[in-house]
């Protein structure tokens, strides 16, 4: 998904988007989950550029018209964003399968609220507040220089100023590839 006003942040950003301009094309709006942006080549030249899956393609068409969808290539598309709402789900990290004590890279996962997420921070016991870094897509990174101790706490920071607090949610002993779920969210 490429859209300008989206590009610099990362959190939740559901939209729902409808086809039109194709007979296939039901008109009912489909919900869809953007996982990484599209930063040039063939999304470059439009101000917003939707790549969806073929589950999305055939669920905006009309009944029995679904892999005319699938198979239009190139549609133009209708789209509002929707809240994310997880319905009392709290906020997750996901651990990055190649984390070591010198590297930390978490997914941000449940995330309602605000949306945009700004920045990540870091932070060793009753250490300073340190920034992570933008990896790919929704993926944040921390390199240490030194061994991370946990537990680790993480602060949320979304565009619009508010800040959330998961204390110690990385536990002593934190594995790669490892889920870990907070007891907050927006």
Not at 28 to 48: F, I, L
Not at 144 to 160: E, N, T
Request: hydrophobic letters at 35%; glycine letters at 12%.
């Amino acid at each position: 998904m490429r859209t300008l006003s989206y590009i610099n942040s990362w959190g939740c950003y559901k939209f729902q988007v409808k086809c039109t301009g194709n007979a296939a094309c039901s008109g009912n709006p489909v919900t869809v989950v953007m996982t990484d942006n599209c930063p040039g080549g063939p999304c470059a030249s439009n101000a917003v550029h939707f790549d969806l899956s073929g589950h999305a393609f055939g669920a905006m068409a009309n009944s029995g018209k679904e892999s005319v969808l699938r198979n239009a290539g190139v549609l133009q598309v209708q789209h509002r964003r929707v809240p994310c709402v997880y319905g009392g789900v709290d906020v997750a990290f996901r651990v990055d399968t190649g984390s070591n004590p010198y590297y930390f890279a978490v997914v941000v996962e449940y995330e309602a609220g605000p949306g945009a997420l700004s920045a990540l921070e870091l932070k060793q016991g009753n250490s300073d507040w340190l920034p992570m870094q933008e990896s790919w897509g929704a993926d944040w990174k921390f390199n240490s220089g030194s061994q991370l101790q946990g537990p680790l706490s993480i602060r949320l920071i979304a565009d619009s100023g508010q800040t959330l607090v998961a204390n110690d949610v990385i536990p002593v002993g934190w594995q790669p590839g490892q889920t870990y779920r907070s007891v907050v969210n927006f």
